[in-house]
């Protein structure tokens, strides 16, 4: 038997933790009536009637994708905001520049993604999109050249052209002495500079030479004595070049 014992009813309690799907945060609690409760994560709730609470979420803000041009091309879009979870990614579309052709975009660790033209970004394995750089990588166009070898004077050619050579669009061309082939009687004077085309044909570069020149030098002697019976004659004459009959001195009788 008890006596002058007052029972209090406990009252029921729960504790309620607002959790948010990927992509979204917790903002706030309100009550059924949609007034303001709280901002903490866990709530501690003392039932003593039907209630209702409610966690409200929002969606996280939005990403930056950037789609960035290595070498000469351009991108239809250099970037776009998107929503993690209910954004939709337009993509964006390589584009080569003359001489030039797409090779595939990679990611910020220089990965490769893709090898198509247009790239569309995906959601990551959580469903969301993330802030990325996307890179459109563009390279030259394979192309070959000519080397014809000229007299400097007259321009005319002084042997044959050469072998087509191997080279990239755009690249500029200009032939040292080092490089220059060694043509028999001729020396090298300079070369053009060529900045190559797309057009082979049309992909020449003319290295230039002077013809060399020689002395010729005679002597006029005695067979019997050894005397000398007139100056020397002294010509000089270009490689190849024809010349008319030698002067011949006057020379002494015996």
Known sequence: TFSNVVVTPVKPTAAVTAMPDNGYLFVDWTDGRGSFVNTEVVRAIEVETDTTYRANFVESGAVLVQYLVN?????SVESESLRPSTG????SEAKAATGYHFVNWTDSEGKEVSTTAKYVPGKNNDGLYEAAVYTANFEAD???????????????EIAPRSEAQDTVFDAVIK??????????GYTFVESDEL?????????VVAVYYRR??????????????????????????LY???????????????
């Open 88 to 91: 939709v990614a337009g993509g």
């Open 175 to 184: 032939i040292s002495e080092d490089e220059a082939a060694e043509i028999s």
């Open 195 to 203: 900045t190559i085309g797309t057009n082979n044909a049309e992909n």
């Open 240 to 254: 190849k070049q024809v010349y008319g009959p030698i002067f011949s001195p006057a020379i002494p009788k015996n």
């Open 142 to 156: 394979a192309q070959t050249y000519y080397v014809e070898y000229r007299d400097i004077d007259s321009k005319e």
């Open 71 to 75: 070498g000469e091309g351009e991108v």
């Open 212 to 237: 060399n020149s020689y002395n010729l030098t005679i002597h006029y002697r005695s067979a019997a004595t050894g005397e000398t019976l007139a100056n020397d004659y002294i010509a000089t004459y």
